[in-house]
């Protein structure tokens, strides 16, 4: 099942001098030939909805002005548009065309399992792992981390109420007031789960035409696997395909750099910026006109290009009676990280972590009676870590 959307984002930025003379004894870098200081400009971020495989696909962007893209350190996409000194006032649009899936993983899917990094096992604010929490996290009996979300969930749907917060507290004011919203119940099993070794994050986005929705992100596989424990009445691993990923980070960090969608860079302390923003996501219906070319794009804005996936895998299915091989080939130069997923239609069956070598082929086997019923569609995925499909084969 998937559904398109238009999501629409404005920003309007305000830039104000904070000292119109330049301190004494402070180097100033001059224009070359001239007495004038060279003034860096402001660079804006903006986030926006990447693609990523078999939850959502960023069909295309459309852009008020030219942008760059950079990545940081988590994941997240942003757009960098720079915003000169001396313009009082700047604003930023774009439009994007998108496509969310549902998939839903079982929890037997995850027969091999490998660590997330120290970063999301520790404790920070809005993630708390007080005394409270660790209590809360001793009704945990399972051992296997499938089975560790599994309980996790039930114990978070178990212990808050929902009840819309004045602001964004996260798991410790959840489980002291034993109510919350999305946030909380978002980081609350995001808490759980880090007490019990399981890495989690928090993720940030709409769920449907509605506000600002979020989830929590279970570290299974190798897979970053969505979990929407506001919403659903029993434990399920995946998202609804209404859901719109936007952000991947902790909103309730001090700083302020994560906890809202648009953040500048101010690069000169002379200068202070205003951010006020709008965001709007809508169902979207493709319009019969004729596709945009190369020479009408200045007409209709700048769009950002796409990426390509690299694709120089080998993936090759063979079957038996009793048991079918998979063979994988990484013809890189370079090694490569990832998980070979089983799916069938809308949900996930296997989830095998992988690191290969360059040049290195791995096989395995399975038992034909997996995929042996009638049923047509099986196929193997294999994700890289920046979660992109890079091959792909039919059983």
Not at 136 to 156: D, F, G, M
Not at 169 to 195: F, I, M, N, W
Not at 253 to 280: M, V
Not at 354 to 363: I, N, R
Request: hydrophobic fraction near 35%.
């Amino acid at each position: 099942m998937s559904h398109k959307w238009k999501l629409n984002c404005e920003i309007h930025l305000q830039i104000s001098p904070l000292s119109q003379k330049i301190p004494r004894g402070k180097r100033v870098e001059r224009a070359k030939g001239t007495k004038a200081p060279v003034l860096v400009p402001l660079v804006l971020y903006v986030s926006f909805p990447k693609s990523i495989a078999h939850r959502q696909t960023l069909h295309q962007i459309r852009l008020s002005h030219p942008a760059g893209e950079v990545t940081d350190d988590i994941g997240n996409s942003w757009l960098a548009i720079k915003a000169e000194p001396f313009q009082k006032k700047f604003s930023f649009a774009y439009e994007a065309i998108l496509e969310t899936y549902t998939l839903g993983y079982s929890f037997s899917a995850f027969p091999h399992n490998i660590p997330s990094s120290q970063r999301f096992l520790r404790a920070e604010k809005g993630i708390e792992i007080s005394p409270a929490i660790q209590r809360l996290a001793q009704k945990i009996s399972a051992s296997s981390p499938p089975e560790i979300v599994r309980q996790s969930i039930e114990i978070v749907r178990q212990t808050l109420t929902y009840r819309l917060q004045k602001k964004e507290y996260g798991a410790q004011h959840a489980v002291l007031k034993k109510e919350g919203d999305c946030t909380e119940y978002a980081s609350l099993l995001a808490a759980l789960l880090r007490v019990k070794g399981v890495g989690s994050r928090i993720t940030v986005g709409y769920l449907g035409d509605e506000e600002l929705h979020a989830i929590t992100e279970a570290y299974l596989g190798g897979v970053w696997i969505p979990i929407d424990v506001t919403n659903i009445l029993e434990p399920y691993l995946g998202v609804d395909h209404r859901f719109v990923s936007l952000l991947r980070a902790n909103w309730m960090l001090p700083g302020g750099s994560e906890k809202i969608l648009t953040f500048y860079y101010k690069s000169n302390p002379d200068w202070h910026a205003k951010i006020n923003s709008k965001t709007r996501l809508v169902p979207y219906s493709p319009p019969k006109v004729k596709i945009i070319g190369e020479e009408e794009k200045q007409k209709h804005g700048y769009f950002l290009p796409t990426r390509e996936a690299m694709t120089k895998i080998s993936l090759q299915i063979t079957k038996g009676k009793q048991e079918c091989q998979v063979d994988i080939e990484n013809t890189r130069s370079i090694a490569l990280r990832g998980t070979l997923l089983l799916l069938r239609r809308e949900w996930a069956y296997r989830a095998i972590p992988l690191d290969l070598a360059p040049c290195e082929k791995h096989t395995f086997f399975y038992e034909s009676s997996l995929t042996s019923n009638k049923s047509k569609g099986w196929r193997w995925v294999f994700l890289d870590r920046s979660e992109r499909v890079i091959a792909q084969a039919e059983v």
